[in-house]
């Protein structure tokens, strides 16, 4: 049976075969071809003749590549020798300005394309402000150094930004990673042209007779970082100095800065950039160490010779023989920052008839032989400062047992006096920069540093700020719009609205009225907020509507009062802040040196009246005094916020809980 299969089989599957003549035949020429010996008569292996090997022919050039590698070459040649320079002689000025103009532009394209009703890709217009914020953030945050203090600037008028960019600004804190130590004595040698131990009388290894200093800083900020020393005579020092990139990058950071503003304002159409080289001088002054020791030696000044502050209020001594541009050596101070709370209140430990070392007193002595001892059997020890913590107790749970309403009726007659009295303005005064101290008798002391932001009011700027600020109190729409027609501002009521951080509820809310508007019915959610949005664009610009006319100043105080009311407003409200700052505004007017006396004396009147009318303000703040013992709601900071942030979404604006703090 299967061997009857296997023929039909085969049959079906026969492949038809070639000749054995050809097979051979073939594979004798492929072995020809390779030069391998078959079985013919003999014969050597010879190289092949000329006719053999045909005629010759040129090699295959590839001209294309050659020319693309070379480019390619010379490119990555040229980009890495400016990379090179960029870091070691710009400190990467360049690389940041070319992030700066990629970012921005980014953002820019992306507000044109999408900010609409219903924008074209990307989601909701939310979603486009978080996009601008988050990219904004990030260049701020990978720059670093002067655009940190950039950040500072825009932020002083956030609240009329979007949320997010609110919430962006909020977290940006002016703190940085300190230089090595290298890069310190670099920058001192630089400016003295001296070592640290020739400039400063210090020695790292114990020498008798020499002083010492801290190699890590106690203090490290994006623009500048603070070592402590005691010199050979005796006196403890703060020594602030420069980061050494800050010189080789502000020119570039600067120029960038007013360049991208230059484009924005002309993209957008919104009349700021007057603004912007006012605020890029102060900036550049912020970096001038030698314009910050002025700064803090005419603040001290007008200290001392105001009565009403002997007592309350300090600025540390600076040391002019050791400072320069980028250096700068001042008194050393032992007390407790502003925010911590919990230690101003916290019960005293430290004796009766004592207060904080070194307030009003010398600092208690520094044992130098125990302290060279120690730099000389580990000198790479970090902290070489006697703490001085013994007010605290044995558990450390001690405090300085002072009021919130003394210390900060002290922070608001300080800044008050500054704004309607001196026209001196320190433009910075966030908790950071408030040392509190406790005096021998028990009283609260506030130490101002950090005096590099200032702004300095004209006498004619001063008084009319000081009209304005009057005006607002008793509801005199008359002066209101006197002062701000003569400021070039058209939207008076949301100015003073700004002005107060609350609502102004005496003017005509003409801007508040057109920015409600009644044709809104029948709109979408999404049309209804776009719209508001274009109508607060607008009255930013009535705002900044003469731009020859706006007091710059204005943008730096405005800051100022801002930092103020946070801070106010975090201790609990203990004052009556608005009250504080109307009659300091009062008393101004009518204790002006440079008005007629008739003047003076008619002002003298007003100010009766006024103190008369401010008793309602009074009763209004122990109203909310009592709410908030009773614990039914917050103080009247807490209050005006909140009516604050009421008006401005009415007006399509979402304000921030930190908004306020600068």
């Known amino acids: 049976m299967l061997q009857s299969r296997i023929p039909a089989l085969s049959g079906r599957c026969r492949v038809p075969r070639l000749p054995t003549t050809s097979i051979l035949a ?130 002083m008028q956030s609240a009329m930004l979007p949320p997010a960019f609110q919430q962006m600004f909020s977290r940006m804190f002016d703190d940085a990673p300190q230089d090595d130590w290298r890069d310190v004595e670099a920058v001192i040698r630089e400016d003295f042209g001296k070592s640290v131990e020739e400039v400063f009388g210090v020695s790292f290894t114990g020498k008798p007779g020499y002083g010492v200093m801290e190699k890590k800083a106690r203090a490290s900020a994006s623009v500048a970082q603070v070592h402590w020393a005691r010199l050979p005579d005796g006196r403890e020092v703060a020594i602030k100095v420069q980061k050494r990139e800050i010189a080789k990058q502000i020119s570039w950071d600067l120029w960038a800065f007013k360049s991208v503003a230059w484009i924005y304002s002309k993209w957008f159409d919104i009349p700021f950039y007057s603004l912007v080289p006012y605020m890029a001088e102060r900036l550049e002054l912020e970096t001038d160490f030698i314009n910050e020791a002025k700064n803090s030696e005419t603040m001290r000044e007008l200290i001392n010779n105001e009565k009403s502050m002997r007592g309350r209020v300090y600025v540390p001594t600076t040391y002019p023989e050791l400072t320069s541009r980028r250096v700068m050596t001042a008194e050393w101070i032992e007390g407790v920052r502003l925010w911590d709370k919990k230690t101003l209140t916290g019960r005293w430990l430290g004796g009766r008839g004592k207060g904080t070392p070194g307030a009003r007193v010398p600092l208690p002595e520094v044992d130098m032989d125990a302290i060279r001892r120690e730099v000389r059997t580990q000198p790479h020890q970090d902290k070489l400062k006697p703490e001085r913590q013994e007010w605290k107790g044995r558990r450390s749970q001690g405090g300085l047992g002072l009021s919130t309403k003394e210390v900060m009726g002290t922070v608001i007659d300080l800044f008050a006096a500054q704004i309607f009295k001196w026209g001196v303005v320190h433009c910075d005064p966030h908790p950071g920069n408030l040392f509190i101290r406790r005096l021998p008798s028990g009283r609260a002391e506030v130490v101002l540093i950090d005096h590099g932001l200032y702004v ?124 504080m700052m109307g009659e300091w505004a009062s008393r101004s007017l009518f204790q002006d040196a440079s008005l007629g006396w008739r003047a003076r004396a008619h002002n003298a009147w007003r100010h009766v009246i006024f103190k008369a009318v401010m008793t309602a303000s009074d009763v209004a703040f122990y109203v909310f005094k009592i709410r908030q013992w009773l614990g039914l709601g917050g103080g009247m900071e807490d209050e005006m916020e909140k009516r604050m942030k009421d008006m401005a979404q009415d007006m399509g604006l979402e304000l921030q809980n930190d908004v306020f703090s600068g």
Not at 100 to 129: C, M, Q
Not at 532 to 555: H, S, T
């Open 456 to 579: 300095y009011m004209s006498p004619e700027f001063r008084n009319q700020y000081a009209e304005f600020w009057k005006a607002l109190m008793t509801f005199d729409n008359a002066t209101i719009a006197r002062v701000t027609e003569q400021w070039g501002i058209k939207a008076a009521d949301l100015f003073a609205s700004a002005t107060l951080m609350k609502p102004y509820e005496g003017g005509s809310q003409s801007t508040k009225n057109g920015i409600l508007m009644k044709d809104m019915e029948g709109k979408t959610a999404a049309e209804r907020h776009h719209e508001m949005e274009q109508k607060m664009k607008q009255g930013l610009r009535d705002i900044l509507a003469d731009e020859d006319k706006w007091p710059k100043e204005l943008l730096f105080i405005g800051r100022n009062m801002r930092i103020v009311q946070a801070n106010n407003q975090y201790m609990g409200s203990p004052v009556n802040r608005v009250k």
């Open 26 to 155: 073939s594979r004798g020429q492929w072995l020809a071809r390779r030069g391998v010996q078959t079985g013919g008569p003999f014969q050597p292996m010879r190289p092949p003749t000329p006719q053999e090997l045909g005629r010759p022919q040129a090699a295959k050039e590839y001209k294309r590549g050659r020319k693309w590698t070379r480019r390619f070459l010379w490119t990555a040649a040229v980009l890495g020798g400016v990379y090179v320079v960029d870091n070691q002689v710009y400190a990467a000025g360049l690389t940041r300005t070319a992030r700066t103009f990629g970012t921005t532009l980014l953002v820019a394209l992306d507000y044109k394309i999408n900010f609409r009703a219903e924008p074209w890709f990307g989601g909701s217009v939310s979603d486009l402000h978080h996009r601008g914020a988050e990219r904004m953030s990030t260049l701020l945050r990978e720059n670093g150094g002067l655009y940190l203090k950039m950040g500072q600037a825009i932020a």
